[in-house]
């Protein structure tokens, strides 16, 4: 039978620690509070409650325009158990488990919201928490069993003292997901929230996660390292000549780190830049999964602009291990390894004209040689 979830937006405090109102601010072509809302109706979460509390008319307004219904706390002054306790009798019983999300996460990605109903009908936990780097995040999922504990808990200790009480019930789910970390307290969250809201690649932390969360080794991992190392210096390169051209766009720096750090994780599959994609964006980073299928071989024409994606090809080609390679030897090593395989010499060398291809665009554009560029970033 399917499980039935509703979730709970605690959207009533007073943003002292911000000095600006938390739900109404703009994020990703919405408000926080939209943000949030979208969420979960995202991933098929109907009953949607948001409590209201500090101006309380325009975060309802918000609220319904966004496809949730609202709820006013009138004692949201009291502290954030009392929205806790507005918004789970709001849900009522018949659900199976109740997400709960203060405003201030808006960045969690939906894809964690999916795997925490994966896993919550798969195991059944009482509480189910997301869990970045070792640390818990949010939202919890709470199973319907709890709500009567938490309606005849006193306050003292907040949510995290009732749910602690059901330890011995509890998962973690663990997620490359920043968001479910980063609260929106002071303004530098609030402008680090601006710039990554909807990007479709991982942050550095996020990298790591994903490196654990999957088993990759020391060594892949030590020449995804190199390989980011290279793609970041010629990413700088490009971009310092196209400070130069009126109403060029420059490359994003973010997306060239994260795909290259990235580029190698589905190694040791078949087809390795396919599996490395289709994980990517299971977890949520289709922009950095576009590049990673392609880091294997692909072709620039002469009119086509340079994008991150040939940052990252190349960058890959002119690492060997961990350390710098001339691009013509990269490749004709891979020719002595297999040229006994029929056809793998003809179709190496290809590849190798193609990589020549768009090397000797970038030495064009940069100005600049670009196997010196890596070896100065290996240095």
Do not use: W
């Not at 109102?21 to 994020?27: A, E, W």
């Not at 932390?205 to 390292?225: K, M, N, Q, T, Y």
Request: hydrophobic share 45%; proline share 5%.
């Amino acid at each position: 039978m399917t499980a039935v979830y509703s979730a709970v937006i605690l959207a009533a405090g007073l943003c002292s620690r911000m000095g600006r109102f938390k739900p109404l601010l703009p994020l990703d072509g919405g408000t926080v509070l939209s943000r949030c809302v979208a969420l979960f109706r995202t991933c098929g979460v109907e009953r949607i409650v948001v409590v209201t509390g500090k101006r309380a008319d325009e975060v309802a307004a918000c609220a319904m325009e966004a496809g949730a219904m609202a709820v006013y706390n009138p004692t949201f002054e009291q502290g954030m158990y009392s929205s806790v306790l507005t918004g789970v009798r709001a849900v009522g019983s018949d659900v199976d488990g109740v997400f709960m999300l203060p405003v201030d996460l808006p960045l969690v990605r939906p894809e964690t919201v999916r795997g925490l109903m994966d896993e919550f009908r798969r195991t059944r936990p009482t509480v189910l928490y997301p869990r970045f780097g070792g640390e818990r995040g949010h939202p919890p999922l709470i199973g319907v069993e709890a709500v009567p504990a938490i309606l005849n808990h006193d306050g003292d200790g907040g949510l995290r003292a009732v749910l602690g009480g059901f330890e011995a019930d509890a998962r973690d789910l663990d997620v490359p997901d920043f968001g479910t970390v980063h609260d929106l307290d002071y303004p530098e969250d609030y402008e680090l929230a601006l710039a990554v809201a909807g990007i479709g690649y991982p942050l550095e932390d996020e990298c790591a996660e994903l490196f654990r969360l999957h088993g990759v080794s020391d060594h892949i991992l030590g020449h995804c390292r190199a390989v980011a190392a290279v793609a970041v210096a010629l990413c700088g390169r490009l971009n310092d000549r196209l400070a130069d051209r009126p109403g060029a766009v420059r490359l994003d720096p973010g997306l060239v780190l994260g795909a290259a750090l990235t580029h190698d994780i589905g190694k040791g599959t078949k087809r390795h830049e396919a599996a490395g994609a289709e994980l990517l964006r299971e977890h949520g980073f289709p922009a950095a999964a576009d590049i990673v299928a392609a880091h294997f071989d692909l072709t620039l024409a002469e009119d086509a602009p340079i994008t991150e994606k040939e940052v990252v090809f190349l960058a890959d080609k002119l690492v060997r291990c961990h350390g710098p390679v001339p691009l013509e030897a990269r490749y004709l090593e891979k020719v002595s390894m297999y040229r006994h395989e029929e056809g793998a010499e003809e179709a190496i060398l290809g590849r190798l004209s193609r990589a020549k291809t768009v090397m000797a665009r970038f030495d064009r554009e940069m100005h600049d040689s670009s196997e010196h560029i890596a070896r100065e970033a290996l240095a």
